[in-house]
């Protein structure tokens, strides 16, 4: 910047300027769509010709894991807006004489590896893009992805332009019922105080039109000039111990699951797997992984968390039946018919049939008399819960498949 230039920089009021999690007004319209969401919910329910009593029925008579999964996520959607509320009340951007100083949004932004704390003097920022749609486009996504990029001398940082707004002046913001509201988005980035403060300050300001589909490619280009961790680089992991704890409850689930597959006696439930425990056992695992890792960078707790979950879900029925099987104690020697090719049926009604075709041990069952009887070592677990063991099963292939050869 020139001597003339740091004399108008100089003369800048210092303006602080607040965190918006949205471009749109969201206040406005908000009770409206919740008018007509729950308005649209009752003349269903009209129309079904359920009454109250009904539902309420229908409730009372839905599984506990359906309950729990239903408390499980409303607590997360809580917890995921207070966090987010929090973080944008603690952001602020603030332009002084000195230059900018920005503590953006930990858990909101267009990208990950701007979340960081920056700031820059003016003699560092040698230019300032402002990329904003053409004026004909009439995508609202592509109206809020309007980014101002700052070009430092060892540095550049982005920020969403329509996401800042000064404190003590609100902006004039479309509703979230707007039926056009990319019109007002144009006058809002037109008269945003923001670029008039940086021209102010003497640093050349570009705008440059670009589609939003092109956002994603600007964006990759602009992180592989990322070195450092904040910037994008890669991350020590081992350096959070949130993160460490993380990989080693994965390294455990890891061992476990190989002593349960590979070291002890085959196991086989012979129930289904049902979908809303294990929805249930990974949301809340990844949920408290996820807090319990907020210090971390948010991209890497975030992907370690949904790991842990997706693990932890994999493994829960498995782990499940294994650990009855072992509070079971001893089984029972039960007889069972072959009916086809690895398909049993009890010769007990109290025991449920078996389908083990899948099973790879085609001349075994091709060898087995049809209509034969065979005897399988079951645990009774209680609650209709049986769990078949594959070990005498296995011998008895391994002796086949041994004199065959």
């Not at 839905?62 to 009340?89: C, E, F, K, T, Y």
């Not at 900018?100 to 040698?126: E, T």
């Not at 992180?223 to 455990?252: F, H, K, N, Y």
Request: charged share 20%; aromatic share 8%.
């Amino acid at each position: 910047m020139n001597e003339r230039a740091m004399g108008d920089a100089h003369r800048l009021p210092s303006v602080r300027f607040r965190y918006r999690l949205s471009p749109l007004d969201l206040k406005r319209g908000l009770w409206m769509m919740v008018v007509v969401v729950l308005g649209l919910a009752v003349l269903g329910a009209l129309v079904g010709g359920d009454s109250p009593e009904t539902l309420l029925e229908d409730l009372g008579r839905m599984p506990v894991w359906a309950w729990g999964l239903a408390a499980a996520g409303s607590a997360m959607v809580v917890v995921l807006l207070a966090r987010l509320l929090r973080h944008a009340d603690n952001a602020r951007l603030t332009v002084d004489r000195d230059g900018i100083r920005c503590s953006p949004h930990k858990l909101h932004g267009q990208r990950f590896w701007s979340r960081h704390d920056w700031q820059l003097s003016w003699s560092q920022i040698r230019k300032a893009t402002l990329f904003h749609p053409p004026r004909k486009s009439r995508a609202v996504q592509a109206w809020l992805q309007t980014t101002l990029e700052l070009e430092g001398a060892d540095q550049s940082v982005s920020m969403g332009l329509l996401h800042w707004e000064p404190e003590g002046q609100e902006l004039e913001r479309p509703s979230l019922t707007t039926l056009q509201p990319f019109k007002q988005l144009r006058v809002l980035i037109d008269e945003h105080p923001l670029p008039a403060l940086l021209e102010q300050a003497g640093v050349p300001l570009h705008r440059e039109r670009v589609r939003w589909r092109d956002r994603r490619r600007m964006a990759d280009a602009a992180r592989a000039g990322w070195r450092t961790p904040e910037q994008g680089g890669a991350v020590d992991l081992l350096a959070w111990p949130s993160l460490v704890a993380i990989l080693a409850l994965m390294v455990v689930l890891g061992s476990a699951a190989a002593l349960h597959f590979v070291v002890l006696d085959p196991i086989r439930p012979l129930w289904a797997p049902q979908p809303g425990p294990l929805l249930l056992v990974g949301a809340g695992v990844f949920a408290v992984a996820a807090l319990v890792a907020h210090r971390a960078p948010v991209r890497e707790r975030m992907a370690l968390a949904l790991l842990l979950g997706a693990l932890s879900a994999a493994l829960f029925h498995p782990f499940h039946a294994r650990a009855l099987v072992l509070a079971a104690g001893s089984s029972e020697t039960v007889s069972y018919q072959l009916i086809e090719a690895g398909r049993f049926r009890s010769l007990d009604a109290d025991y449920p049939a078996m389908n083990l075709s899948n099973i790879d041990i085609p001349e075994y069952w091709r060898s087995l008399a049809p209509d034969s009887d065979h005897e399988f070592e079951i645990y009774s677990l209680g609650n209709d819960r049986y769990v078949l063991d594959l070990a005498a099963l296995y011998e008895r292939t391994r002796a086949f498949y041994e004199q065959l050869d």
